[in-house]
């Protein structure tokens, strides 16, 4: 089966002293997995908002997020963790690496959480980090590291449950080209091994060319 993340006319306002700001108006949009999508906009146009409300992480003011037409805020707990993390792989745009713990421990983590056993885990955590570029840095800790190392193990640990979904919010915006290209590389190479949907919130057009679909957010909508 091909599985949809789907959003029907979300809406998302905040409400900060007393003023209402309406960041998504009436987004409609239906996801495939399979598909390498972009959302691009300018800095404030609510990409990051887009994308959190996808990734039920966050909920939305009206509107629904449906994961093959079951509404995502309307599951428990407990399903909507396992649904993040196992089928839709996030990463942040501040990393939010856990301090306490080292580099590959941070990865290896979500791998036990989807019921792993530890030795595949660390196994497969390993060996992602290795492809990344981080070899010499599995055993440090995230304040050890530089922005684009951490924006790496950030998206490594997105990958190591193979999701259905991938959402990254900014992956490279911490990477030099070089290393930008080197892990888009390894999102596409993650799209050729195992087929998920790519949804990557970017402001870099070297990314979106190499989307399938390139969505621009605008004034609470998508153009
Ligand atoms: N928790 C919040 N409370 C109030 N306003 C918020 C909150 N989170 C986001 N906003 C506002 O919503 C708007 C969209 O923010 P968002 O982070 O989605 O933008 P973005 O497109 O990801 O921008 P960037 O390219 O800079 O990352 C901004 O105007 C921001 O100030
Ligand atoms: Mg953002």
Known sequence: MISTLTATHIQKSYSFEGIEQTVLSDINLTFT??????ITGSSGSGKSTLLHLLGGVDTPTAGKILFNAVDINAMR???RTMLRTKNIG????????IRELSVIENVALNAQISGINSTEAYDKASQLLDHVGLRQEKLKYPH?????????VAVVRALINSPTFILADEPTGNLDA???QALMDLLLDCHKQWGPGIIIATHDAAISSRMTHVLNIKDGVIL
């Open 77 to 79: 707990q407990t399903e």
């Open 90 to 97: 996030f990463v942040f745009q501040f990393h939010y690496l």
């Open 144 to 152: 050890q590291l530089s922005g684009g190392q951490q924006e790496r």
């Open 178 to 180: 070089h290393n930008a």
């Open 33 to 38: 997995q399979g598909q390498l999508y972009a």
